[in-house]
């Protein structure tokens, strides 16, 4: 699946760019993206090559902060028209909602969720494991940003969470987003106190958000998606939970599992097929870009066990995880003080 987004999400990287060094323009056609995208904000344009602009401008300048940088310079408006929407709800729990309904119209690799476990709410931004920790720097800063838009600058989340490994320095972080995250997560997004959810948003106009609505709508009955595409952006969501079953997917689908089955079949799809994609996904990212442990790589990629991951593995790669991460990534294992292991 190829999945697009709104060139909006390189807002501020001309400006970021230039003052750390490099070149955008040349940045930009590396990843086979037109400049005609840093001044048209609607443009579309390949969500993974915009993930690569943030990585490549970072290596290249030496600033391990690029994205950090760049969240600086978002604002709400950044989102197009479901900032309208969003912005004129009457509570934070409406709003979310509404982000979490159309964030695929600013870029549809991620989705958003939001659960609530007693007096917290975990708002959870999802997205395919190729995407970049600058890229998910940057959604999870847009996050909090749009919060503290709605609630006042002053309003802080309990807690910050990134699935990626701690860099030596987190003085960038504390300056963008206000406190250090924590991080090795098992998901990338911020905890905040569920009584927030239900405060009211100041001067909010339902009746534009209703036109708002109506206009997105009529954008949304154009949007062609797929039913195993459907399938596949749920997998990854329950991916890490350690439970994405057959019988869960289709709940989730309001549907039994046979039906399920049928409509994957008629696309020329299977569950099987689905489910082994997104672990390969999952675990290719996990290996090259994070030191996180073999154990922690297998339940994200919804093992219940080390040994299960270690075979399909190996059947899956031609080799062991260890070997995998040696060669491809350059001994991060070993950077990040985990001892390869002969998993497998």
């Not at 390189?10 to 993206?33: C, K, M, N």
């Not at 943030?54 to 989102?79: H, I, M, P, Q, W």
């Not at 599992?257 to 999952?282: D, I, V, Y």
């Not at 995880?321 to 294992?333: H, V, W």
């Amino acid at each position: 699946m190829s999945h697009l987004a709104r060139a909006a999400g390189l807002t501020g990287f001309v400006e970021v760019a230039l003052s750390v060094g490099v070149d955008p323009y040349r940045i930009a056609a590396d990843a086979g993206v037109p400049a005609a995208a840093f001044s048209d904000p609607d443009m579309k344009v390949a969500s993974r090559a915009i993930s690569q602009m943030y990585d490549l401008a970072a290596e290249r300048s030496g600033a391990s902060d690029f994205g950090l940088r760049v969240v600086e310079t978002r604002k709400l408006s950044n989102l197009g028209p479901i900032a309208l929407v969003i912005r004129e709800q009457p509570t934070v729990r409406k709003a979310l909602a509404q982000l979490a309904r159309y964030i695929w119209l600013q870029n549809d690799a991620y989705s958003v969720e939001v659960e609530e476990t007693g007096d917290i709410a975990v708002l959870r931004m999802n997205a395919p494991a190729w995407v970049s920790r600058q890229s998910v720097e940057i959604s999870v800063g847009v996050g909090l940003r749009l919060l503290r838009e709605l609630l006042g600058e002053a309003w802080r989340p309990q807690e910050i969470c990134l699935a990626h490994a701690a860099p030596p320095y987190l003085s960038a972080y504390r300056r963008v987003y206000g406190m250090a995250p924590r991080f090795n997560q098992d998901f990338n997004g911020l905890v905040i106190a569920r009584a927030d959810l239900d405060r009211p948003i100041t001067n909010a106009d339902p009746a534009l958000a209703r036109q708002m609505v109506r206009y997105i709508e009529e954008m949304a009955a154009s949007r062609s998606s797929s039913f195993g595409d459907k399938v596949r952006e749920i997998i990854l969501m329950l991916l890490p939970n350690g439970d994405c079953t057959v019988d869960r997917v289709a709940q989730r689908l309001a549907m039994d599992r046979r039906t399920l089955h049928r409509r994957l079949a008629a696309e020329g799809e299977t569950f099987s097929g689905l489910l082994n994609a997104a672990r390969r996904e999952t675990a290719e990212a996990l290996l090259t870009r994070s030191g996180r442990s073999f154990r922690n790589v297998a339940e994200l990629a919804g093992f219940s066990s080390l040994s299960a991951f270690a075979h399909w593995f190996r059947r899956q790669f031609g080799c062991t995880a260890s070997d995998y991460r040696a060669r491809g990534a350059g001994g991060l294992a070993t950077a990040a003080g985990h001892t390869p292991l002969p998993v497998g």
